[in-house]
């Protein structure tokens, strides 16, 4: 009844902090996976296929992050709930996710201490601390709350395995590998229930293993917690690692982006190795004092240690590993003795393994988001820490002799007060993406993302509130150039080779540009508004040499892993070459914004866009013939597009065609197939479409839309040649 109350009390503690996170936008990330994902839109079984068998960003663009589970409990908001792109339900999705989990450490700790004071304030602490705001009321951290969650539940199930015996001890063994097997397939970091398992064996059961003899006991313990317990969550474990190396041998991501994890580019392995743990002294200031909380830590946030201009943050690399491996000391010498701090210790330092960029480069340098599960163990350390100041101060002070709990529990309320204000607090920067970029930019002003996420929120802020008020649109461009300079600042000094650019960035100010040179050119201001695209111009250029950077790295990337030329596409973000074709177009060079067409067809031949601009750049040029040829592509692909239709009628009323095939019926249209020529080009578009899709890889949609074409268009399949 106690556990029932306490569980209860701490619901209210965590909606008294999270009270204001429902509100919360789809900010960030949220807005790609929440408000993008067509697999999430209908519980069907071509949409639970997707889950399984795409990526977890897809189809936004390629990763190797593979998290069907979570995609699912998205498909069950959006879906089932009916929550569609409304936050509120998965906010409260998310909050019930942390309650359980607040409810799990309160029993798993009172388990391994048998103090439920020190269970209690473990857990009030876990459910406030601000550093797993990122976690809660950033939806898109649910991840981290799913993998959480199988980590407690399956090690709960190990603790009771530990005191059963026969079919109980299996049953809950079984409970252990269940909770890791669905764990793992929610985020992967579930893989480090393993962590769990051995911290409980080697501070719990191993002091209880008969003899002295070292090398006897190393014997049994592999054999009482190897065979018998660890064994139980190795299938899952494997299941995992293996389909992460399958993906990632079909995957064209190559590596990790520089920008992101200047880790992943170290000079050295000590290089890599120091810097990153200079970040785990951070992750501890910030569990200690959570005032200054960031979204993003990108490039040049966190200099790289031995870097020029980084003596200080050299320094704080050797405080932050003289602290680590005291605390290292500390756990191994208190084992005997106090066993919870030990396990505290080893959960906040462990947990971080995977995301510590000590063992492989991952794709951040530094997220709170990665403190989610290693905060118990901090938090469990602070329990007793404050609980043993408390004894402290009533020692010290003798009026206050009879007072140690009290003493102890005022502390923890206070803090616990103080951390759930700074939470709250918090959840305000989450509300919308203006809001959480600006507070971010005060944060980390040294990372290059934020500057150009404050930017384009400054011009959608300009756009939504004042449209079509020109001199107020021009008025956020020149703010949005201003923001995203400063990141282009640091991202040019010092300058970076090009395999450290970030094209991102690039895309963004070539947008920008783009858009300042449209509203000069309305206000007349020529000259001006030419040199803004010529300004738009040279910085996307400078997205499409890291674009090609990429895509070549790519490709051979793949080849090294043994996939077949003949399977290797081309990648690339083709939104740099559609703004190129826009700037190349005010500019009037017609074959530049051609040349940028095609490849937007190589990147997406799926999609009209690129055949769509291609037809427009032809006929600019005077080539009409291959203008329908390209346009008629494009209408296979998306046949209800009106535009497409009424620049098709444009195009044969150049050649002369009597009487003009597209025909209109009201709002909608129609071609005439029945006209020699039409028929004879439609032919031609047809084979065109397949074959370019075959040169780009896409077999499968090139034989699909074969059958298609000649069931529902008649085109003769020889045509097409063999398939």
Same mark, same amino acid.
């Given at each position: 009844?106690? &556990?029932?109350?306490?569980?209860? #009390? $701490? ?21 790609? =996976? ?15 296929? &997707? ?18 589970? !979570? ?73 981290? @709350? ?22 109980? *001890? ?27 398992? @051995? ?16 090398? +006897?006991?190393? +014997? ?6 190897? $065979? +018998? ?56 200031? &910030? ?32 405080? #932050?590993?003289?602290?680590? =491996? ?28 995977? !995301? ?148 991102? @960035? ?46 070549? !790295? ?76 390209? !346009? ?15 620049? $098709? ?8 065609? =009597? ?33 370019? &899709? ?13 059958? *298609? ?12 040649? *063999?398939?």
């Amino acid at each position: 009844m106690n &556990l029932v109350l306490l569980c209860l #009390a $701490l619901g209210l503690l965590l909606l008294a902090a999270y009270s204001n996170s429902f509100s919360a936008g789809l900010v960030l990330d949220n807005g790609t =996976v929440i408000g993008t994902d067509p697999r999430i839109r209908a519980v069907t079984h071509d949409n639970i296929y &997707l889950i399984f068998h795409e990526n977890y960003w897809w189809p936004a663009f390629e990763s190797d992050l593979y998290r069907p589970l !979570t995609t699912l409990s998205y498909l069950f908001n959006y879906s089932l709930l009916g929550d569609g792109p409304i936050p509120f339900g998965y906010h409260v999705v998310n909050f019930l996710l942390q309650w359980v989990n607040v409810c799990l450490v309160l029993v798993i700790v009172r388990r391994l201490s048998g103090k439920l004071a020190v269970a209690a304030i473990a857990a009030a602490l876990f459910a406030v601390h601000p550093v797993n705001v990122e976690s809660v009321t950033n939806i898109v951290g649910r991840g981290d @709350l799913l993998a959480t969650l199988s980590i407690l539940l399956g090690g709960w199930c190990y603790l009771r395995a530990a005191d059963a015996s026969g079919w109980r *001890k299996a049953a809950w063994l079984t409970g252990t590998a269940l909770n890791a097997l669905w764990g793992t397939f929610a985020k992967e970091s579930a893989i480090m229930i393993v962590a769990f398992l @051995l911290l409980y064996d080697w501070l719990w059961r191993w002091p209880l293993l008969p003899g002295r003899d070292f090398g +006897k006991r190393l +014997k049994r313990a592999a054999f009482e917690f190897g $065979l +018998k317990g660890c064994a139980f969550v190795l299938p899952p474990v494997l299941l995992v690692i293996g389909v992460y190396f399958q993906r990632k041998f079909h995957s064209p991501v190559f590596g990790q982006v520089f920008a992101d994890n200047p880790i992943s580019q170290a000079d050295s392995w000590f290089q890599g190795a120091m810097t990153a743990i200079n970040i785990l002294g951070r992750y501890l200031w &910030l569990m200690i004092f959570p005032r200054t909380l960031s979204c993003d830590y990108s490039y040049h946030q966190i200099p790289m240690y031995g870097e020029p201009g980084a003596g200080f943050h050299d320094v704080l690399s050797w405080v #932050a590993l003289a602290v680590l =491996v005291a605390l290292i000391w500390l756990a191994v010498r208190c084992r005997r003795r106090q066993p919870l701090l030990s396990w505290s210790i080893g959960i906040f330092f462990m947990m971080q393994l995977l !995301t510590s960029n000590l063992l492989i480069p991952i794709g951040s340098i530094m997220a709170e988001r990665f403190l989610y599960l290693p905060s118990i163990g901090f938090c469990v350390a602070a329990a007793l820490g404050l609980l043993r100041l408390g004894d402290f101060l009533a020692r010290a002070l003798p009026a206050l002799r009879r007072e140690g709990p009290a003493i102890g529990w005022a502390l923890a309320a206070t803090t616990t007060a103080a951390l759930g204000a700074r939470t709250h607090a918090r959840n305000e920067d989450w509300q919308t993406d203006y809001a959480l970029w600006k507070s971010a930019a005060t944060a980390t002003p040294g990372s290059f993302k934020v500057h150009k996420g404050l930017a384009n929120c400054i011009w959608d802020e300009a756009r939504e509130n004042h449209p079509g008020d020109w001199a107020a649109e021009e008025t956020g461009i020149n703010a949005a150039i201003t923001e995203a300079e400063k990141g282009l600042f640091i991202l040019d000094h010092p300058p970076l080779s090009l395999p450290k650019q970030d094209n991102t @960035l690039f895309r963004d100010m070539g947008m920008f540009y783009l858009i300042k040179g449209e509203l000069l050119e309305h206000r007349g201001q020529m000259d001006e508004a030419r040199a803004a695209y010529q300004q738009s111009n040279a910085v996307l250029l400078r997205a499409v040499d890291v674009d090609h950077y990429a895509n070549q !790295t790519s490709r051979e990337s793949s080849l090294r892993r043994g996939r077949p030329e003949t399977e290797i596409a081309d990648v690339g973000n083709h939104h740099i070459y559609v703004l190129l074709v826009q700037v190349c177009e005010h500019l009037q060079d017609w074959s530049a914004a051609e040349k940028h067409a095609r490849y937007i067809e190589q990147l997406v031949p799926l999609e009209s866009t690129g055949y769509r601009f291609a037809a427009v750049e032809l006929a600019h040029q005077g080539r009409i013939p291959e203008a329908v040829t390209q !346009t008629l592509e494009a209408l296979l692909l998306d046949p209800t597009d009106p535009v497409l239709y009424q620049n $098709l009628s444009i195009l044969y009323h150049g050649l002369n065609v =009597v009487p003009n095939p597209v025909v209109p019926f009201g709002k909608t249209f129609s071609l005439n197939q029945d006209i020699p020529l039409v028929r004879q080009e439609l032919n031609e578009a047809a084979v065109a479409l397949i074959h370019h &899709l075959e040169d780009c890889k896409q077999f499968e949609a090139a034989a699909n839309l074969r059958e *298609k074409f000649i069931k529902i268009y008649f085109i003769p399949g020889e045509l097409f040649g *063999k398939k």
